[in-house]
């Protein structure tokens, strides 16, 4: 079966700091996909990333960064030199890739709050 | 171009009232998804439909809830009669084809149901 743990419910930072949001996932697929979307306190989800399971090659954007590690099932996502404005709940999804299948699993999200 | 628009933004209804909830994909996406969130239970998929033809409906949490795609540029999630446990945020999100499960949402209806 699907799923996606995000294990920090919560975390809290010091505006410059760098932080780190983990992601497991779990699927007996060898083809599927994993995301990142972001959820600010205006309420709509934003999409920030995509990875198929065959691109392992790390992301960056910016200040954003993913590492996808398949051997750990895991998918993190950094912030480096955290802000204000990316306080937000972090949300990482999995899909397989089945045809017409655009289903995303999601987890439970992490609420990061960035402090000045 | 116009993001996703849903209305109403706010609702307050009775239990046993009907609730409609609406709406508008982006121009020319393809899919369309509702969802619920609650605290409780995290962002749950309701249903979706491609090129207006629901695809999952798996979802939908009982027969109180039925949603609807009339044509590409419009879509309705009902649910009579509301019950107190259908409060929650609800919503709306398209994607495009071509662009693998990048959706785009709406702004969100808060519901509350007295």
């Known amino acids: 079966a699907q799923k996606v743990t995000q294990a920090q419910t919560e975390i809290s930072v010091v505006e410059k700091e760098d932080v780190t949001l983990d992601c497991v996932y779990e699927t007996r697929d060898t083809t599927y996909y994993l995301f990142w979307y972001k959820q600010p306190p205006s309420g709509e989800l934003v999409f920030l990333i995509r990875r198929n399971s065959f691109d392992e090659q790390n992301e960056i954007s910016g200040r954003y960064s993913w590492n996808f590690q398949k051997s750990t099932s895991s998918f993190n996502f950094t912030i480096t030199a955290s802000q204000v404005v990316d306080s937000a709940v972090y949300f990482c999804?999995?899909?397989?890739?089945?045809?017409?299948?655009?289903?995303?699993?999601w987890g439970l999200g992490t609420s990061l709050a960035v402090n000045p | 171009d116009a993001g996703v628009i849903q209305s109403p933004r706010h609702e307050v209804t009775e239990m046993g009232q009907e609730v409609t909830l609406r709406c508008k994909p982006i121009s020319g996406h393809d899919y369309l998804f509702w969802y619920r969130q609650t605290m409780m239970r995290g962002l749950e998929l309701l249903i979706y439909f491609n090129n207006n033809v629901p695809i999952d409906d798996s979802g939908m949490p009982e027969d109180r809830f039925s949603a609807k795609m009339p044509n590409a540029s419009f879509s309705t999630l009902k649910i009579q009669p509301s019950e107190p446990r259908d409060s929650a945020v609800y919503f709306c999100a398209s994607s495009f084809q071509e662009t693998y499960n990048e959706q785009f949402f709406g702004p969100g209806t808060r519901l509350t149901v007295l």
């Open positions: 999804a999995l899909s397989e890739d089945a045809g017409n299948n655009r289903k995303l699993i």
